[in-house]
């Protein structure tokens, strides 16, 4: 074995500093070429790399290249997202390689906000990504995106999906007026669902994030039955109140054959803005205590910040609107942990060419 192909053995090791994965546990691969008296490394992730942590990597890169007397050392970062697999029996989505989940098991915890601002995380991290909301009878996505309006249909039986700051959304509170309730029975509930699901005019998404209703209904096993994927996310508060339902939640998913990616624990903590004290207002310590019961990781404290509220009534999330603040850097963490975990899970038997004709 020559000394680049020992360099590209000991890079195998090196760990994503934001999930803590080793990155060729995500399906990462490493190429190392000579080049004049030194060598380029390429690493070509699984998944987008926030620029702080190709910062971080490179002088661990650099340094496991001196060790083996090679330099100097030009890096290339490119990440490359694969369709992951899905339920048995369904196929991944046509041109969406992973559909991920976003439940709670209770309202009031900030789902909604999680699943928007990770989804504008993602985005800005390299992903293309759309969000679906998938709350008939409280629609809030829209509200949070800044959309207004109706879309456009330009076969009368397809939706042209609406955008904001890089996104892509659809949601009944798109289609109806913002104050008309909508009073279905499940059936009518779960048929909204799957229609614009399927009716939608998709891009070619790399991630679509379904925000889902609290509880573990209809429309849930709906989604597990209909809908192929890659994975779920459990949203939870630090209070035991809120992880009792957010344990129903992630044990339906279980039982559906949905793969846990992982928690995300809101409103872990209040920093004061005037004198820097943190509190933890709904307790501490219950999103790990989850994570460890179950076996699945904690992909991220979120803080409860005022900041986070006032952007998303606003229309403008704080990951769009403030994106160098603590609370946006917390949720581009979440976001990059998120794709890491998805990234190790199996592939889909199905090629992506054939997923996205």
């Known amino acids: 074995m020559n000394t680049l192909d020992l360099l590209s053995k000991t890079l195998q090791d090196l760990k994503d500093p934001v999930s803590g994965l080793v990155l060729a546990d995500s399906r990462a691969r490493w190429e190392v070429h000579a080049e004049g008296e030194g060598c380029r490394v390429v690493l070509q992730s699984g998944y987008p790399l926030a620029p702080e942590v190709v910062v971080a990597l490179r002088p661990q890169i650099e340094a496991a290249a001196a060790a083996h007397g090679v330099g100097p050392v030009r890096v290339e970062v490119r990440h490359r997202i694969a369709a992951h ?51 008939v009878y409280g629609p809030s996505v829209p509200a949070m995106l800044g959309l ?45 669902l799957t229609q614009l699901f399927a009716d939608t005019r998709w891009g070619d998404l790399d991630y679509l994030l379904i925000d889902l209703p609290p509880g573990t209904g209809d429309i849930q096993l709906t989604l597990a039955q209909k809908i192929p994927v890659a994975g779920a996310v459990i949203v ?26 992982g928690i995300v624990e809101n409103m872990a903590v209040h920093v004061c803005s005037n004198c820097g004290h943190a509190e933890h207002l709904f307790g501490q310590g219950g999103g790990q205590a989850m994570a460890a019961q179950y076996g699945v990781p904690l992909l991220g404290s979120l803080p409860l910040d005022l900041r986070i509220r006032e952007q998303g009534d606003a229309g403008t999330p704080v990951v769009a609107a403030a994106p160098d603040s603590a609370p946006a850097r917390a949720y581009l963490a979440a976001a990059q942990s998120l794709a890491a975990h998805l990234a190790g899970r199996p592939r889909a038997s199905i090629p992506i060419s054939a997923t996205l004709a």
């Open 236 to 261: 939870t508060t630090p209070q035991e109140i809120a992880t009792l339902d957010a344990r129903k939640a992630l044990k339906m998913f279980e039982k559906v054959h949905v793969p846990v990616l």
């Open 85 to 135: 697999a899905v339920q048995a029996g369904l196929a991944p989505a046509t041109r969406v390689r992973n559909v991920i989940a976003v439940g709670s098991g209770k309202g009031g915890v900030g789902k909604s906000t999680t699943a928007v601002n990770l989804a504008l995380a993602l985005q800005r991290l390299g992903a293309r990504v759309g969000v679906l909301d998938a709350d």
């Open 148 to 192: 207004s309006g109706r879309p456009e249909s330009p076969d009368d039986k397809s939706i042209e999906p609406m955008r904001a700051f890089g996104v892509e959304a659809m949601s009944i509170g798109l289609l109806v007026d913002a104050d008309t309730p909508m009073i279905w029975r499940g059936p009518m509930a779960t048929s909204a």
